[in-house]
């Protein structure tokens, strides 16, 4: 089970996302760490309008990030989306996983920490944001 190290950074998320979001952490599926991180993560998101300012830069449904793993020091560009639109070969992780649910709403140079299902911490920095 993820679990709460220090004060995570303020997550946003689009309404429409935010319904999305909701209906695939609501799914039948067997409970992954991924799953478990998303549902904590709906409860701290500020839902913002569909429409508002794309300056404000924040990882949304389809968005390319680059991101830091502190642990390993390794960066990764991927595009973040629904289970269906994962896909490793195109660098497509799911919301599902435990690093997409980590990136949604975060913005350029947000830490972000959770200790994973092996008990090890796990800390993600965002890099880069592309719509």
């Known amino acids: 089970m993820a679990t709460r190290t220090k004060a995570r950074p303020k997550v946003r998320v689009t309404e429409s996302d935010f319904?999305?979001?909701?209906?695939?952490s609501q799914a039948p599926r067997a409970p992954t760490p991924g799953a478990e991180l998303l549902i904590e993560e709906l409860e701290r998101f500020s839902i913002v309008p569909d429409h508002s300012d794309?300056?404000?830069?924040?990882?949304?449904?389809?968005?390319k990030v680059t991101y830091r793993d502190l642990s390993l020091q390794k960066e990764r560009t991927v595009r973040v989306g629904l289970p269906g639109e994962a896909d490793v070969d195109e660098n497509r992780i799911s919301v599902l996983a435990p690093v997409g649910a980590a990136l949604?709403?975060?913005t350029v140079g947000d830490v972000f920490r959770w200790t994973g299902p092996d008990e090890k911490l796990r800390e993600i920095e965002v890099l880069a944001i592309e719509d």
């Open 19 to 24: 319904d999305k979001l909701t209906a695939v």
């Open 54 to 63: 794309r300056r404000l830069k924040f990882v949304r449904l389809g968005s």
């Open 104 to 106: 949604i709403g975060l």
